[in-house]
């Protein structure tokens, strides 16, 4: 009795753990994407660097305000991988487009729609950091703050002194 009492204990413990706590696959999401935002597929220079729309590199296209993006991450981590057709917003997913995991549409449907291929190549767990970290940092938290820039770039920051 005591081997079958023990293996209900030990399969209690692996599924509480499979299942994961609330908050923590988020939160660490969110740490990996703040790493993809910060050095991997160069977001800032279409969003600007706390996410606000102001462009880092004028000669990219404008992207959106995510401090005001009403998408859920699962719709982030799409238009992340897949682009947004018609827009200036490229794709990051090397496959996008080579079959219907974008939108339910290829690149023979889309047309002269299809989005430019984005400066890196992305998988679906980067898409989803970044998913998590836009949800976290950005979305809903209003005008960039001196506090909200330290978090993000560092305390010493010069660029984070001008602000509120």
Not at 44 to 63: F, N, S
Not at 75 to 93: A, H, K, N, W
Request: glycine residues 14%; neutral net charge.
């Amino acid at each position: 009795m005591t081997g079958l009492r023990n293996l209900f204990i030990v399969g209690g413990f692996a599924l509480v753990a499979s299942l994961g706590m609330p908050g923590m696959a988020s939160a660490q999401d969110a740490a990996f994407g703040k790493g993809v935002w910060l050095t991997g597929a160069k977001c800032a220079d279409c969003h600007g660097w706390m996410g606000d729309g102001v462009q880092e590199d004028p000669r990219a296209p404008k992207g959106d305000n995510l401090r005001e993006t009403t998408l859920t991450a699962e719709q982030l981590s799409e238009v992340i991988l897949c682009g947004r057709p018609g827009t200036g917003m490229p794709y990051f997913d090397p496959r996008a487009y080579t079959d219907a995991r974008c939108y339910g549409m290829t690149r023979a449907q889309i047309g002269n729609q299809a989005p430019e291929a984005g400066a890196a190549q992305l998988t679906k767990r980067h898409a989803d950091g970044l998913a998590a970290f836009i949800l976290s940092e950005f979305a809903g938290k209003g005008a960039p703050t001196k506090a909200l820039c330290a978090s993000l770039l560092g305390p010493t920051v010069a660029r984070c002194a001008q602000l509120p």
